[in-house]
Each structure stands twice: as C-alpha cells, then as structure tokens.
C-alpha cells in the first residue's frame, strides 16, 4: 500500500513536472510568436481601397474606378439575411467564441493527420476573426507558425473590438471573385442589386465564395457553385435561420448572374466619364482616384447626352453614306461553325442597335446574314445563332466607290454583298417608322468623325458631350483634344471686339476685294468670300456676319486691329495667344468644340465668365465635400429656426464681366439674323429663339456650328481626324453639314421648353432702321424694316457716309460724297480706305 502511494505520489510529480514544462513551453511559444506580431490597434483607423463612383445628375451611375472594387458598408446596413449566410458558411459560433473555434482547430487537426503525405493542402478551421488577423495584419502562408500568430492575434482583436466591429471589416475585406472585394462590390457585380435585395439563394452564394471564389465560378463550374451555395442554405435552415419553405424555394432557383451594366455604356456617355477620369487624376493623383472612395456628381444629363449621341452619330453616317459603300470589313470563311469564327473578330460595343453579321448567302434580292453571337460570363461563345435578311431596300444607299468616283444605285443585293462579307447591321425600318420584322440595313463605319459639346450657358455645366462615332473605335475624344479651325464661327468675337468698342450693328464696311501685304517676304493676301467674285459693296455689320463675308471682317480687323481681337479672344478662352495676322480673324487658329462652347455661352449669358466643368462636386469617403464648382455665395440661404418673413435668399455672383452686357445683347441679336435669314437658315426649323453661327475652313476640311438659346448652348464640328476636303460648294459648308446635326439636337433637347425670347438688358434702345442700310426708318416706314438694338450714346443715323473711300487717283484727297452704285449709301472719299 505504501508502495502504491510512493508511486502514486512520483507520478503526480512527474504529471507536474510534465504540466509546468508544457505551460513553460506554451508561455515560451506565446512570448516568441508575440515578440514579432503585427500591432492590430491599426485596424480601429482602417482605410480600406474603395472604388470612385461617378453619377450622372440623375443619380444614375456613369462609372466606377477602382483596383480592387469595394465598397465599404457599415454592419449596420448590412440585412441579417446576409449577415447569417456568411456565419452559417464561415463561422456560426462566431457571437459566442472568443476567437478561436477549439473544437474546429480539433478536427483540422485530425484531418491534417489523417490527410499527411498526400500533398494535400491542410484544412483550416479559421475563425471570422482569425480571417480578419489573416487578412489584415498576416500573409496568406501555409504554416503553423502564421496559425499561431492568427490565433494570437485573435484573441487580442477579440479583446479590443466588438463583434459587430470585426464582423464588419471582414464583409468589406474578404476577396468574392470577378474582381470584386466585399459583399457590397459583389452583390452588385454578380447580381446587379443592393445587397438589400438579395434573395436567400443569391446571399448563400456570395456566403459560398470566401474560401474557393475562382473554382465556383457560376459559368465555368456551374455545378459545383450550386452545390455549395445548397451547401450554405442547408446550413441556415439547421440553424433555424429561414423557414423550410424558403430553403427548398431557394435550392430550387438557378443560379442566375447578371452581367452589371456600364452606365456610361447605357446612355453613351464613354467620352464624358474618360474626361471625369483624366479630371479627377489631374486634381487628386492615382491613389486617391482608384483608391479615395470619392463620390463624385457629374454635369451629364443623361437625356441629352442620348440625344446628343443620337443626332451626332446621324450626321455622321449620313454624310458618309453619301460618299458611298467602301466594301466589306473583311472576309470570313463560313464553312463550318461560323459563330465561333465571327466571334473572334473585335466588334464595336458601343454603337447600338448596329450588330457585326457575316453574309453567308446572297440573290439579287436579298442576302442572308448571321449575327456575331454573344459570349457568356465565363468567355464561352454562345451557341445561339442568329440570322436575318438584308433585302434590295436595305442597300439602296451603298453606290460602290472607286476612289472619288461613285457608282450607281444598286439594283441588286449580289452587286454589294457576297458570302463571307464581315458587315454591321442594324434594324430596317418602314416608311411609318416602324421596324420590319427580320429585315436590317447595311451599315458601314464612318471615316469622317468629329464632336458635340452641349453647356448650360449660365453655369458653364457640360450637359453632353461627344467625342467621336464610338469611344470603343478611339478614345481620342475630338470635343476636347481635337485642336480644329473655327473658320467663320471665330467671327463673333471679332464683331464683339468691334461692337464693344464703339461700333454699331448699323456700322458699314465695304464688301469688296483686298489686298493685304503680309510683309517678310510673305507676299500679298487676297481674302475672298465664300461666293467668289462676288461682291456687294458697303454692308452693314449685320448683315455682313449674316452672309459671313470674308472681306467686310478682314477690313473690321484692320480697323480695331487685331492686337484688340487678340484680347477679346483670350478673354473669351477661344485662344490662349493670338498671332497679329488678319487671316486669324477669319478662323485660321485651331482651337477645340469644349472652348467654343464655352465663348458662345459668355455671348448668351450677357457677357459674364463662364468656365466649363464636368464635375457639379466630389465628396471623400466620409462625405465631406472637397471640390464644388458653383462658388456663388447665397446669402440668407442659412436660415436658422426657419423662415420668419425674412427676405428671399440672393445668390451674389461675383464672376467677370468679359462683354458688356449690352453688347452680348447686341450680338446675339445679330447671330439670330444668321438663323432667321443666313447661313444657318435650316436651325430655323428648330421653331425657338436660336442664335448661331456657321464655319467653313479653306478646302471645306471642318465644318462648324456653335449656337444658342436662352438655355442651352451647343458646338458642332465635322471633319476627317487627318483633315481633308469634305467636299466641294455648298454641299460641304457648316450650314449644310453641322447646322442640320444642330437642328435635329435642339429640336429633341428644347421640344418640351417654350419659346423664350432672349432677355433684353437694361439701357439697350430698340430703333427700328431700314434693313439693307441701317439708316433710321422713316415715319410710318415698315417693310424691309428691322428694330435693331444701341447702346446709350448711340443711335443710326438719318443718312449715312461710310468714310475711307479713296479718290479716283489714289492720292486720297477729299471729294465730294459718291452713291455706290445700287447700294443705297453715300461713300465719303479721302481717308484712307474703306474698312
């Protein structure tokens, strides 16, 4: 017995020995590993990468920029439905353990065992909070000894931060696949939904994705991705999490993805949003764009943005399906699966409803053509094929070109088509405007390109731009980095230098031919109108910028003197620097659509700055705002404790005055003559107050409008990206090519505004004058009278004398007054010219 006690004792020695040196070397491994780990009180000022969002006014979205796309949702906002789904897959303990599962470290353990030599990797049996260690603070390595430290680590994030805390940074962290990190970044790339809106099978399945995202892909591995996300549902059903009912509802559902839409894709707003992007870069740098979270609220409506788009790329093609059909794109080889073959070829993505097709049989009337097929989510080609039939009205317009010759109009689709022909297509439509069931048109991509910038005159707000006929074709965006020359639109400015600057619209400068010595060897300049050889002597301004008469501005120019045009053209942002050489008052500098705009826009709103913005404000990822674009101060905006009879809130705007306002008054009256009865006679149709301006380059290589109404201001050009004619006469000027594309967008973008008439500044007089001349009507005179608008100070007078009209020989001696032959004036001889 004794013996059994002295036993007895040495083993519980021995057990003590044993316990202390186990305790010894657990604390010696706690204090190793705790030597070198990570300091986790970081995690309380996390800053996660989260995405850039830019909105449209709407609130639609127009993009997203973005390393790892996330989006950083408080616990708070998350559904339980969802919150639920990840315990049951991860971790259902997770509100009762304090770090660490022992009884899951229990059985990775034994599977380690079981599974040793196999070269399998290890399962883990980590926690939420250890995930957070991981992924936070530690590396994804394979070994005890990061184990240890996840634990660790744990375990002291579970002492710090309250489960709420963990379990929020583990669902904005954690990878889900598709390149989307958190739950809020992947409900709406797999599903295109709020995570408020996610089914029980739709949350089962991102709650499926943390441990093995790429090997559950929903299309390449559609099976095993089910299998899993059942897998989830199971487990929330067991835990008492949903009903039976919604259990079996949800394993029955498919998984369904859905592809999220590019919201700049939808409303053709590619160009505008790459110009937000370039912007954002600029003004903030990389890190803060791809990685600052900014929420960023655009200019771009999105209705005029579609109507922008609409009309532009209808000018474009129509100009160029004038020039003729210049063949197919390539050939394809149709035998076999022409599908697969057809969906190699890189078609555009953004030009809607035109669809790549391939002709696989043809007649004289009609040819059969089958349509690109669609690649599924995961790359795969679908195997639906499509087909649809090109008929003879569907080619009328393809004369074949050789050249600058042009042939006949087809009178049979064999003569435009052959198998194996790669084409666009898009939906042939009736005479009532009604599409022809399986019937589509040929359509081919047009050479000639150009832009469209739309601005709200008054705030400098770009409401749409253009920047070409597809972003996917070239991202050279023509309305802003496109350095053109105006041609006669520039004329404006110069006519406001002139009207600022003690001219009247009545002042008269002759219409006849020049000479000007450039001087340096440079020879002598002789400016022609567009009409050559055609002259009409002494005009009045108004009329001279209603027929865009080249000589009458070049004089203008050589009277105010181009040192002053210089000016006014940097005031308005036209140019930066303006040469001293009379041609550049006709529009031989280059400058870009985005800066005539936003002249023109100074012209309608009475002459105050404007400067042009695509962005409203920018807002960090807390919500305080960084950028606005609207500097007006509001007084008495901040109204505490309400209104109480105190006076309206003024909005104090203290931008500056470029052009008397008096004077933009003027010469908008004068650019509604071009309208009513100029060079751009077809804006008429618009049926509302427009003013405008048309510009023809030499050789007809741009083609330009810029106009206005009382809200909205529009710049138009046409040309080839490496300019060359456009074409010859009339047929290749603005007024034939830019002012109808301008007409059709003011007629959608102003349908549903009255007509406004252009607000009259105070001091301006109406005097009515005779139109031909501008001398002052007569009492009870009224045909071929206007009422034109003066300044104080200023009035036309009863007869006019156009000074500067040299005698006979040259010798500029003064004479008696001469009446122009059939002009109605009387020209006074002997200072020096005509201007």
């Known amino acids: 017995m004794r013996l059994l006690v002295r036993f007895m004792g040495f083993l519980f020695a021995a057990g003590t020995v044993v316990f202390l040196v186990g305790v010894g070397a657990v604390a010696g491994l706690i204090w190793h590993f705790s030597k070198d780990l990570p300091d986790y009180s970081q995690l309380q000022d996390y800053e996660p990468p989260v995405m850039t969002r830019v909105h449209a006014v709407d ?113 904005n962290e954690i990878y ?38 790429a090997t559950l892909h929903p299309v390449r591995n559609r099976d095993r991705a089910i299998e899993r996300r059942n897998y989830v549902i199971d487990r929330l059903q067991e835990n008492g999490w949903i009903k039976q009912a919604d259990a079996d509802k949800a394993r029955k559902e498919p998984l369904a993805v859905t592809s999220r839409s590019n919201g700049a894709h939808t409303f053709a707003g590619e160009y505008f949003a790459e110009e937000v992007r370039r912007d954002i870069f600029e003004r903030y740098g990389e890190k803060k764009l791809y990685e600052g979270g900014l929420s960023v609220r655009t200019t771009l409506d999105p209705k005029i ?33 022409w599908g697969v073959k057809l969906a190699e070829i890189k078609s555009l993505s953004d030009i809607s409803p035109w669809r790549m097709a391939v002709v696989l049989e043809t007649s004289d009337q009609s040819a059969r053509i089958g349509f690109q097929p669609n690649r599924e989510l995961g790359g795969a080609v679908s195997k639906q094929r499509e087909t649809g039939l090109i008929t003879l009205d569907g080619v009328r317009w393809a004369r074949p070109t050789q050249g600058n010759f042009k042939g006949k109009t087809p009178n049979s689709v064999a003569q435009i088509l052959q198998p194996g022909d790669v084409i666009y297509a898009d939906p042939l439509y009736s005479k009532e405007g009604q599409p022809v069931e399986g019937q589509y048109r040929l ?41 053109r020359q105006p041609g006669s639109s520039f004329k404006p400015i110069v006519y406001s230098a002139a ?92 400058t870009t659509a985005m800066r005539m705009v936003t002249a023109y826009s100074m012209l309608a709103n009475g002459g105050r700055r404007v400067k042009p913005t695509l962005i409203d404000r920018i807002q960090d990822r807390y919500g305080h705002t960084i950028f606005k674009h609207d500097q007006r101060e509001c007084r008495g905006c901040d109204a505490p404790g309400g209104w109480k009879n105190q006076a309206e809130p003024q909005l104090i705007d203290r931008r500056e005055q470029v052009l008397d306002s008096m004077t933009a008054y003027q010469i908008t009256e004068l650019l509604e003559g071009v309208v009513q009865a100029g060079t751009a006679t077809v804006v008429r149709e618009v049926g509302k107050p427009i003013a405008g301006k048309t510009g023809t380059t030499n050789e007809a290589k741009d083609a330009w409008f810029v106009g206005f109404s009382p809200d909205v201001a529009v710049a138009i050009y046409m040309g080839y990206d490496k300019p060359r004619p456009l074409g010859k006469g009339n047929a290749a000027t603005g007024g034939h090519l830019a002012a109808p594309i301008a007409r059709d967008f003011l007629k959608l973008a102003l349908a549903d505004k009255p007509a406004v008439p252009f607000k009259v500044p105070a001091g301006i007089k109406l005097i009515r004058v005779v139109a031909k001349t501008g001398m002052r009507a007569g009492p009870g005179e009224t045909g071929g009278t206007i009422l034109e608008a003066f300044k104080p100070g200023t009035a036309p007078p009863d007869n006019y004398s156009v000074i500067g009209v040299a005698d006979a020989d040259g010798r500029g001696m003064p004479g008696p007054p001469q009446q122009a032959p059939d002009s109605g004036f009387f020209m006074r001889p002997g200072t020096g010219g005509l201007y």
């Open 59 to 171: 609130g639609s979205l127009l993009g997203e920029y973005a390393k790892e796309r996330r989006l950083y949702l408080p616990i708070q906002a998350v559904p339980k439905l969802v919150i639920n789904a990840f315990l049951a897959a991860e971790d259902k303990n997770f509100y009762e353990h304090g770090g660490i599962d022992y009884t899951g470290m229990a059985r990775a353990g034994v599977l380690y065992l079981q599974n040793f030599g196999s070269n399998r990797r290890p399962q883990g049996a980590s926690t939420i909070t250890q995930q957070v260690a991981k992924n936070f603070l530690l590396t994804n390595e394979v070994s005890f000894a990061r184990k240890i430290k996840e634990a660790l680590l744990a375990m002291r994030i579970e002492k710090t931060y309250s489960k709420d805390k963990i379990l929020e940074l583990y669902l």
């Open 443 to 483: 359509r081919q991509i047009p050479e000639v390109s150009g832009a469209m910038v739309v601005m709200d005159p008054w705030t400098g707000r770009v409401l749409a731009m253009v920047g070409g006929f597809s972003f996917d074709q070239s991202q050279f965006n023509r309305a802003t980095q496109a350095y």
């Open 499 to 590: 009207l600022d600057n003690g001219y009247t619209p009545s002042t008269v400068v002759l219409d006849a031919p020049i000479e000007i010595d450039q001087g340096q060897g440079a020879g002598v300049w002789r400016p022609e109108n567009f009409s050559v050889n055609k002259y009409q002597g002494p005009v009045t301004l108004r009329n001279a910028l209603r027929q865009s008469l080249n000589t009458v501005t070049v004089r203008l120019a050589q009277d105010i003197g181009m040192p002053l045009i210089g000016e006014y053209a940097r005031r308005f942002g036209v140019y930066d620097e303006l040469p001293n050489y009379l041609s550049y008052a006709l529009g031989a500098g280059e």
């Open 176 to 213: 889900l696949g598709l390149g989307a990190y958190g739950i809020a970044a992947a409900s709406l790339v797999y599903f295109d939904k709020s995570v408020n809106e996610l089914t029980v099978a739709e949350a089962s399945y991102l709650a499926a994705l943390p441990k093995m995202p």
């Open 305 to 337: 943005q579609v109507m922008a788009r609409k009309t532009m790329v209808s000018g474009l093609v129509n100009y160029d399906e004038q020039q003729g059909y210049r063949g197919a794109m390539s050939k394809l080889d149709i035998s076999g699966d």
